[in-house]
């Protein structure tokens, strides 16, 4: 049997902002099918890193800390150390996502009510999310025992947004719809749109990475591990699962967006006989605000009923804005507690019957308000991406390493992974990090590296039987194997 309570978790996290507010924006930019690709390597290395990640969490038991507790333990402290620190500031990041995709929303609505708090503009939305994130740090002390009472009643609605969409794109478009670029079904639209777009600045791998941070729930029920009955079944079939549930989704999504709205729209009141070409006509207003390149509401627009797809909107933010703060400083206590880095100790401390990271929270709040301060989801998603890529590799890596390494602890349940897809997935989220950008991409490499180096040289006293001991003893062994066979000399003495 599987539990739920993995499967919802991942639908959650990857059913998110990015479906509601930048889907529509990934297929004004790469056209149907280069967007279709996008969110199809997206999954690719998802699938392969999920397939990594199901052999090590059923090898040996899964405690709380997550992707943390399983890597440290099957490839030792130096490896989990730095994927911990990676991670934790991945997730932190993760809350700005999510709550600048909540206060872009709320600003839209204001507009629409004409009316703003500064300037309409980006301080709106940095107000908004300081504000937000303040708010969900309160939610996270008081305690989050009826948060996952609450999942269930969140994909509900979000499955209910998704129809709302689905069903209004059957909807013709009324005029003011059209004036906005929803044209309804149309097969000159698809093919017109079928094709990639690029605007200035922008090609396949920066509009991926963008995108992105949609595919990176897969670890949000590992990241659960200590809550679920049986983390070793429960967590590979449902991360598959909930992944080959959201690829299909997605790609749909994308199709129907491409096939019922135009790149680019004026939003002028129609007059009788207004054509596509009146609509798309920019000049007129000295600019677009309209379609799929320059609404993040087009699912709103296309959609049967608003309301619903609002509710959809804040449904997803909100709740894995509260899942990142209080997963990050979930893991970071556990790194605490194996004392690998000197002198942060004191976030190890946990208050009340649930051991709740309230230090780690404060720390996880300060970093996420440092993001918002950026105040674009488009600034802020390629972070995230170069973040969770890098952890991606090193999980990939870690399961590679175990499995070559022959460790005779590494033993996993989960029969179908491959110590060379493992490598793949490994080299293929590396590759694609340094497309995205290349700087990020080396700078997180260079303090990966750095803390690896740091904490092998620091030795921290643990002994968790991890693959990189395994392949020190399996060494020796096999030198000493090797001496039987060399003829005693009086030189070698």
Request: with cysteine; hydrophobic share 50%.
């Amino acid at each position: 049997g599987m539990d739920p309570g993995s499967l919802v978790r991942c639908l959650l996290n990857i059913w998110g902002v990015i479906l509601f507010l930048r889907l529509s924006w990934v297929v004004g930019q790469a056209g149907i099918g280069l967007g279709s690709g996008i969110v199809i390597l997206a999954s690719i290395v998802t699938m392969l890193t999920t397939l990594s990640m199901s052999a090590i969490c059923t090898n040996g038991e899964v405690r709380g800390g997550g992707t943390y507790y399983m890597i440290s333990r099957s490839l030792g402290p130096e490896f989990g150390g730095s994927i911990g620190l990676i991670f934790s500031l991945a997730n932190a990041v993760a809350i700005a996502l999510y709550v600048v995709g909540f206060s872009e929303t709320v600003r839209d609505l204001c507009k629409q009510q004409g009316t703003f708090i500064v300037d309409g503009g980006l301080n709106d939305i940095r107000i908004v999310s300081g504000v937000t994130v303040i708010v969900l740090l309160g939610i996270a002390i008081i305690g989050t025992e009826w948060e996952s009472k609450a999942q269930m009643v969140l994909l509900v609605i979000l499955l209910v947004a998704m129809v709302d969409f689905v069903v209004g794109a059957m909807i013709p478009p009324s005029s003011v719809e059209q004036s906005r670029g929803y044209f309804g079904w149309s097969s000159t639209l698809a093919l017109e749109n079928f094709g990639p777009n690029f605007q200035e600045g922008e090609n396949f791998f920066t509009v991926f990475a963008v995108y992105f941070p949609a595919a990176t729930g897969i670890l949000a029920g590992a990241n659960i591990s200590g809550d679920l009955a049986d983390p070793q079944t429960s967590i590979p079939k449902g991360t598959y699962l909930a992944i080959i549930v959201t690829t299909i989704s997605y790609v749909f999504f994308a199709i129907v967006a491409g096939c019922v709205a135009v790149r680019e729209a004026n939003g002028l009141p129609l007059v009788n006989s207004t054509t596509l070409e009146d609509v798309r006509n920019c000049t007129l207003t000295g600019g677009c605000e309209y379609g799929l390149l320059y609404d993040s509401q087009v699912m709103e627009l296309v959609s049967a009923f608003g309301p619903l797809v609002y509710a959809g909107i804040f449904a997803a933010t909100l709740s894995s804005a509260l899942a990142s703060l209080v997963s990050a400083p979930k893991v970071f206590q556990a790194l605490c507690k194996d004392r690998i880095f000197p002198h942060i100790e004191i976030f190890a401390k946990g208050y009340g019957k649930s051991n709740e990271p309230r230090r780690g929270y404060l720390l996880a709040c300060a970093i996420a308000l440092g993001c918002v301060a950026i105040g674009d989801l488009n600034a802020i998603a390629p972070i995230i991406s170069n973040f969770f890529m890098a952890a991606y590799a090193l999980i990939n890596f870690s399961c590679f390493h175990a499995s070559y390494a022959k460790s005779p602890g590494f033993r996993p349940a989960f029969k179908y992974y491959n110590m060379w897809l493992s490598l793949i997935g490994s080299m293929l989220c590396v590759f694609v990090m340094f497309i995205m950008n290349w700087q990020t991409a080396l700078i997180t490499f260079a303090v990966v590296l750095g803390l690896y180096i740091y904490i092998s040289y620091r030795k921290p006293d643990v002994n968790w039987g991890s693959s990189t001991q395994a392949q020190i003893y399996k060494d020796a062994l096999n030198s000493v194997y090797r001496l039987q066979t060399v003829q005693e000399h009086v030189k070698n003495y």
